[in-house]
């Protein structure tokens, strides 16, 4: 068991290199789509290398919507002291 846990761990860290450009280039929802597909082939699998087949790309699709959703909150997070300081500087001319 020990060695199945090191086998997943070792494929949870995999870089963007690795990754399948089809992937990247999905929308969130899309992905979503995927890993909700991939959780109910987990739930009905009866064989253990299907399943860890099947759990390696659902943590690869899981690191793509994580870093998706960083670059997301990062482009908000900047738009909006864009117009905080704009605001503030308007507030400050007067």
Known sequence: MIDLISYININYYMKDKNLPDDNISKS???LTKDVNEIIVKLE???NL???IDSYQKLIKLNNIIEKKF???SHHISQIT???IDKIVSKKNAK
Do not use: A, G, I, R
């Open 44 to 46: 009905n699998e009866k």
């Open 28 to 30: 969130l929802e899309e």
């Open 81 to 83: 002291k864009e117009k």
């Open 49 to 51: 290398q299907n399943s």
């Open 70 to 72: 960083k670059k997301k």
